[in-house]
């Protein structure tokens, strides 16, 4: 079968990928299976209802999940609503397919989905099965979390405020307007309109204002100079100037309607901002490794799937754990009793397993890599310069002009008011709206490549980049091993498929996961068998169904075979399956295009030497570019002694938790485990490391656009601020000059977004289109 070569469009998610022979039309098999699953139970229409980008489906949706703490928590619950965690909600059709889904079952009441909390609240009759529920939702790519209490999203607390701008704005527009249209100071109504225009500038600034100002001071009190200070500068002064105008009576510099407006269209710029990282961060379920804390010398059990928290001894007889997450081998391994395990072990064995703490949780390597705390961005002192540069000329020109008008007139009043125009027309009023607006449409460009941005800092810090480092383990390659001979399926009839599916669906092991994900993504179903599957660690799996004796496991214990895993029955061998390794699809054309841009790629892993080797040279790095057997802390160390200050680290496993706190910038393809993604300013979805390079692209167009918004404001800033020092500027040019240079700016935001595109880095929506 031969497949073309260029690249086609995910059919379910969109995502640009290269087609394979297993793989034709769509970039992964979880998008497969969610696709079909969507098709077969007539609900289609998701797709007509998708309004924002659509990531790939996770692995999430072929893994066995524990939900048996919903069950406890439905039944204290007593019938009243349910509030829960959600992750995976990405646009209106998510909320339609979740709510059709749940209406079909018996016993459901109602149900109400948050997108910005990433929460719904479920009402439902005791008869309601909430765990099938919220499996059904996991096959669909949707997990629900225990509810996990935190701070609200600071957007709302400023959607609040930008609510009661708007109508302070209007306001004072309208009791402005008959000023600007020649109305007399002593006309009737005049005093009372100029009141209501000073109270809703006065409440504007209270309301609004103050966030700015507050922020400001905090910014000045550490030493650092930020955005919000001459946007601060300019309302106090505008406000200022004007209450002093208003009550001389100099209604020609009056300037309530341009506080009004200005700290509106600040608000504007500064929600949309916050409000597209607390969405991706939304879209992650708030939880933190489930781990106990056991004292020294005391006895415990781990379920299966849980992380063994200290060096532990194993007291059960046998175990399969996985020791991905601690040291990036992805090869289970086997255990006796007897055993010492270490911490951050994974449990693979299908019991819970007895195991005696030989440290305390304090001494426990674990213990430092699950703490959430990183250090502070790195200052971004281009912009401290351009600002305190900024501020020294408008302040120095005003002052200038202050004194000339002084000098030269006498008029200490008209002085005042020269000063107090300049100020205000110098507000970066452009900036603070097109800037913010280049953050969210990077963002949304960014997210069509099932990249999600959590951390709006990032941009600046990417263009700072030299190097890029990556974990080998679930980076550079998948999370799971590939079946190299996926043919071998093909000769197994329908009723021992369901067999094969039935023996590895609830298992952990790697090479069960890989047979579930071909399995399910081929739309098998599982038998239902007569009795549980037996695991003989170390062997494989078996079970008794139908009178006959079913096994997958090594071929010296299932049935002769040249192949790593044999799947029989009574003893004849049906299948043999063969696994290996699989590098992520674009992962050489990824490294040679970084390389191409000057940046160094370095491989720091903690598997196996030999094994890195290999990768490396696989992606024509040299030999000392990729470094194998490394502890966490000798992770950190390279950073630190590697300039860590113009890193960008990517990783998956607690193991590179430590090295994270060392990069400038961090990325993680891990959404699972209640860590790395709570710590990453990015995280990423699919098969291929395409989306890491539309993010450094759409970081040079944002800062291309962003130029052009610096070159533009400075252009009117100068003109308005030599028309202001010439006493020719007021308050009508300055409420009509303030919007226009908003939308001039915008305009060439998105001409510069656009402009930037290429072939699959289209802008989420086309110019002239509604913004979804």
């Given amino acids: 079968m031969s497949v073309a070569t260029e690249k086609k469009v995910c059919v379910h998610c969109g995502t640009p990928f290269r087609p394979s022979v297993a793989l034709v039309d769509f970039c992964c098999a979880g998008c497969q299976f969610v696709h079909d699953l969507i098709v077969k139970n007539g609900l289609g229409q998701f797709y007509d209802l998708q309004d924002a980008a659509l990531p790939p489906a996770p692995g999430t949706v072929f893994q066995p999940r524990d939900y048996a703490w919903l069950d406890t928590l439905a039944q204290q619950s007593a019938g009243k609503p349910l509030t829960l965690d959600l992750q995976g909600i990405s646009c209106i059709g998510c909320v339609w397919l979740i709510e059709r889904l749940f209406h079909r079952r018996p016993g459901a009441l109602s149900l109400r989905v948050d997108t910005t909390l990433g929460r719904m609240i479920v009402q439902a009759s005791p008869a309601f099965d909430f765990a099938n529920f919220a499996r059904e939702l996991q096959s669909f790519g949707y997990l629900i979390g225990p ?161 063994v928290p200290v060096r532990s001894l194993l007291h059960s007889p046998a175990a399969s754990l996985s020791l991905q997450w601690i040291n990036g081998e992805p090869d289970a391994q086997s255990a006796r009793a007897g055993q010492s395990i270490a911490a951050g072990a994974i449990n693979l064995t299908s019991t819970e397993l007895e195991l005696e703490a030989l440290e305390p949780w304090s001494e426990s390597l674990l213990s430092r890599l699950v703490e959430q705390t990183r250090s502070e961005p790195a200052r971004d002192t281009r912009l401290e310069n351009f600002l305190r540069t900024y501020l020294v000329v408008v302040l120095a020109v005003a002052a200038g002009a202050f004194v000339g008008w002084v000098a030269g007139t006498g008029d200490v009043l008209r002085a005042l008011q020269v000063l107090t125009s300049i100020l205000v027309v110098s507000c970066p009023c452009a900036a603070g709206v097109a800037i913010p607006l280049a953050d969210d449409l990077a963002a949304a460009r960014v997210q069509r490549f099932g990249v999600f941005i959590r951390e709006s800092s990032i941009w600046q810090r990417l ?151 290999r990768l490396t040279a696989a992606l024509a790095l040299p030999a000392h570019a990729g470094l194998g057997s490394l502890t966490p802390d000798e992770k950190a160390a390279w950073l630190r002694t590697h300039d860590a ?128």
């Fill in 463 to 613: 263009l700072r980049l030299k190097q890029i480092v990556f974990d080998k383990t679930g980076t550079l390659t998948l999370q799971g091993a590939e079946l190299t001979n996926p043919a071998s399926l093909y000769d197994l009839n329908p009723r021992q498929l369901a067999v094969l599916l039935a023996l590895v669906r609830e298992n952990l092991h790697p090479v069960a996961s890989t047979l579930r994900e071909a399995l399910m993504a081929r739309g098998i179903s599982p038998a239902v068998l007569d009795a549980l599957p037996r695991e003989h660690v170390g062997l494989g799996l078996e079970v008794e169904h139908e009178g006959q004796s079913w096994k997958l496991g090594r071929p010296s214990w299932s049935g002769a075979s040249s192949d790593e895993c044999v799947f029989s029955c009574d003893g004849e061998v049906l299948a043999g399956f063969r696994f290996t390794e699989s590098v992520r699809t674009d992962a050489a054309d990824a490294i040679h295009e970084f390389r191409r841009r000057g940046l160094a790629v370095q491989i720091l892993s903690g598997d196996q030497p030999q094994k890195v080797a």
């Fill in 147 to 307: 509810p996990i209490a935190g701070a609200k999203p600071a957007s709302r607390a400023l959607m609040l405020r930008l609510g009661l701008c708007a109508a302070l704005a209007m306001n004072a527009m309208l009791f402005t307007v008959p000023t600007y249209l020649g109305m007399k100071p002593g006309a009737q109504f005049a005093d009372l309109f100029a009141s209501v225009a000073f109270a809703c500038g006065t409440l504007s600034l209270l309301i609004g204002g103050s966030y700015f100002i507050r922020r400001a001071w905090q910014s000045v009190r550490r030493g650092v100079l930020h955005i919000d200070l001459p946007i601060a500068l300019g309302l106090i002064a505008a406000w200022s100037g004007s209450v002093i105008a208003w009550r001389t009576h100099h209604a020609g510099f009056v300037y309530f309607d341009f506080v009004s407006t200005f700290t509106f269209l600040m608000l504007v710029g500064r929600w949309l901002q916050q409000k597209a990282v607390e969405n991706n961060r939304a879209r992650l379920l708030a939880t933190e490794p489930d781990l106990i804390r056991p004292d020294t010398g005391e006895r415990y059990l781990i379920t299966p799937g849980a992380t």
């Fill in 645 to 772: 200050a113009h890193t960008l680290m990517i990783g998956d496993g607690a193991n590179d938790s430590l090295a994270f706190n060392e990069a400038l910038c961090t990325g993680t393809p891990a959404i699972d485990r209640g860590l790395l993604e709570h710590k990453a300013d990015f995280y990423f979805f699919g098969r291929s490391l395409a989306g890491l390079r539309a993010l450094l692209d759409t970081a040079r167009a944002r800062a291309r656009a962003t130029r052009h918004v610096v070159t533009f404001a400075i252009a009117y800033n100068a003109i308005a601020v030599a028309l202001s020092a010439t006493g020719h500027m007021s308050p009508l040019a300055a409420a009509v000059l303030m919007p226009l240079s908003s939308l001039v700016t915008i305009g060439l935001v998105l001409l510069t977004l656009r402009g930037a595109s290429g072939p699959g880095y289209a802008l989420p929506f086309p110019l002239g289109a509604k913004c979804r």
